[in-house]
Nanobody, 126 residues
Framework: QVQLVESGGGSVQAGGSLRLSCAAS????????MAWFRQAPGKEREGVAT????????NYADSVKGRFTISQDNAKVTVYLQMNSLKPEDTAMYYC???????????????????WGQGTQVNISS
């Protein structure tokens, strides 16, 4: 079992930055795929970024490449999403997700992830 708690959401103007955090508990010693997804009102939940806690390999959605960075702390307990050059279209509820894995890289397929946090809201004004 893995429990996830997100924090760091808020409201900023376009061009600003935010850093989201996802604290994991339970089975943190096992290799996991950790990811950030987001869901805007009336839209499907989409993958934003993912990291493999063992290999540290990362994967990003095209819409955030070069602006967002996913990382983890050395204890592999907390995953971060640094979001720079934010745009109004980045406004959404952001969810942390996790899945135990023996793979060395992770994708952004929503159905792969079995553990989810409650979400943290990000609002970007123009």
């Amino acid at each position: 079992q893995v429990q996830l708690v997100e924090s760091g959401g808020g409201s900023v103007q376009a061009g600003g930055s935010l850093r989201l955090s996802c604290a994991a508990s339970g089975a943190t010693y096992i290799r996991r795929c950790m990811a950030w997804f987001r869901q805007a009102p009336g839209k499907e939940r989409e993958g934003v970024a993912t990291i493999n806690t063992g290999s540290r390999s990362t994967n990003y959605a095209d819409s955030v490449k070069g602006r967002f960075t996913i990382s983890q702390d050395n204890a592999k307990v907390t995953v971060y999403l640094q979001m720079n050059s934010l745009k109004p279209e980045d406004t959404a509820m952001y969810y942390c997700a996790a899945q135990l894995t023996n793979m060395f890289s992770c994708g952004l397929n929503r159905s792969f992830f079995g553990y989810w946090g409650q979400g943290t809201q990000v609002n970007i004004s123009s």
